[in-house]
């Protein structure tokens, strides 16, 4: 049966903005204060998508977030009615409302684990929210992400997060790679992490990911020990702004694209994945090293915060690159270098997407990867599956409902709530979520 890999983009809401909320995220927190761009932040994302899709590749959206968060503004003592609520969280809490508005949830590679059906014992896809326990601003998605998991794929097995602990501290697929010979076969899952969640806490910037995280989702999943790695991430990598695995790495089908200070231990790595792999393919390892592109080019550039890809009918795979990528002359020398070379990585294409960027997501922190069968893919709600004639309903919606310029000021102001909720309640019938997807519904 045809098996693809589906990129499933998160939705840009409109409350896009520049808190400076990440610790750890170096765009993040050098364009802190920033007036933000929602609509054209929204109107990239479409675009990246319907690139994809023209490209011949298996593309699915997964909408925003309520923006403000009230359940969480509620659970801080707030009383009253939402008008209410939003201005005396202003007045009295202004850095938790701050959270309680961020759009982070655009940033789909951090919604959920996944493990195609190939993998599993049950034969089912399963998928693991993310409970994103390490910053506030993220910690308040998971339950409307496993919403919104259940409504784009009904007959998978969704999990709950898992507890929001700091031993359990799971940032999704961020963090994770599968590698294959084909979409449809046995795959190796390599998870990586910061950090075991029963040490102390290292110094500098947070290990976000847990080895336990990962381990817990492995078995959840049902994955097979053999075929399932553990990696750990290199302090350098992390101290340098690698607050997830993706900004240092990304794999695809046999092929590993990563730094050279991406792991603590690359011998060790390249050898446990040899040893999971060990009857089902070769995998290939594309180490760019530190010589020819600093680890501060890499993060800085988001060189691999990539999507890598397999389009159809091409022998070679392609790197979708941010437009930062080739205006870094130590990164677009390095892809050129590429390109040119008999690698298995035979193409970058360069796509927009800066307003995410500023903040500190590249093309690959947009999407979700989801290996799916011709059957799974057909049970996927439509509302989800990106179309051309959705293309232009979405475009539609974003250019009536979202803001040009968003700055500091005008987050605070309760018209942007109501603005909000009027666009996301117009969503909900778009996609075919439901009236009663968002809390503000419910």
Not at 55 to 69: C, K, T, V, Y
Not at 74 to 93: I, P
Not at 331 to 353: H, Q
Not at 416 to 426: G, K, N, P, R, V
């Amino acid at each position: 049966m045809q098996t693809h890999e589906a990129n499933f983009d998160g939705l840009i809401g409109p409350t896009h903005n520049y808190g400076g909320l990440s610790d750890g995220n170096l765009a993040s927190a050098n364009n802190a204060g920033l007036v933000a761009r929602p609509r054209a932040a929204a109107l990239q994302g479409l675009e990246k998508m319907k690139t994809m899709h023209e490209a011949g590749l298996w593309q699915g959206i997964l909408p925003p977030q309520q923006r403000p968060h009230f359940p969480t503004l509620r659970r801080a003592g707030f009383e009253g009615s939402d008008k209410q609520v939003f201005e005396a969280a202003w007045k009295q809490a202004p850095r938790l409302m701050k959270n309680a508005m961020s759009a982070s949830s655009m940033w789909a590679a951090n919604a959920a684990t996944v493990s195609p059906s190939a993998d599993t014992a049950d034969g089912k896809l399963h998928l693991t929210p993310a409970n994103l326990s390490t910053m506030l601003h993220r910690s308040i998605e998971h339950p409307q992400t496993q919403r919104a998991l259940e409504t784009a794929f009904p007959f998978a097995t969704v999990h709950q997060a898992l507890p929001e602990q700091s031993v359990f501290a799971d940032e999704g697929a961020a963090n994770h790679v599968r590698l294959c010979e084909s979409r449809g076969g046995q795959g190796v899952e390599l998870f990586v992490y910061g950090r075991d969640g029963y040490a102390a806490h290292r110094p500098g910037y947070p290990a976000r990911q847990t080895l336990q995280a990962s381990q817990a989702i492995a078995r959840s999943h049902r994955l097979m020990g053999s075929r399932t790695v553990y990696a750990l991430q290199s302090d350098a990598a992390i101290d340098a702004g690698a607050f997830h695995n993706d900004v240092v790495c990304v794999g695809a089908l046999q092929t590993l694209f990563y730094h050279e200070l991406a792991f603590a231990d690359t011998k060790q790595l390249q050898a446990d994945i040899r040893s999971a792999a060990k009857g089902l393919f070769e995998p290939i390892f594309e180490e760019v090293p530190t010589a020819e592109v600093p680890i501060e080019d890499a993060i800085k550039a988001y060189l691999f915060n990539s999507m890598l890809v397999q389009i159809p009918g091409e022998s070679r795979l392609t790197l979708i690159a941010p437009l930062e990528t080739a205006e870094n002359k130590a990164t677009k020398t390095y892809c050129d270098k590429l390109v040119a070379s008999n690698g298995p990585i035979g193409e970058v294409r360069f796509v927009d997407v800066r307003q995410s960027m500023r903040n500190g997501g590249g093309p690959a922190c947009l999407r979700l990867r989801v290996a799916l069968n011709q059957t799974e893919w057909e049970q996927v709600n439509p509302g989800n599956k990106f179309s051309l004639s959705l293309y232009d309903e979405l475009k539609h919606w974003v250019e009536k409902h979202y803001r040009e310029k968003l700055s500091p000021e005008d987050i605070c102001h309760p018209s942007i709530m109501e603005e909000s909720f009027l666009a996301l309640d117009e969503l909900t019938k778009l996609m075919q979520l439901g009236s009663d997807f968002y809390p503000f519904q419910r």
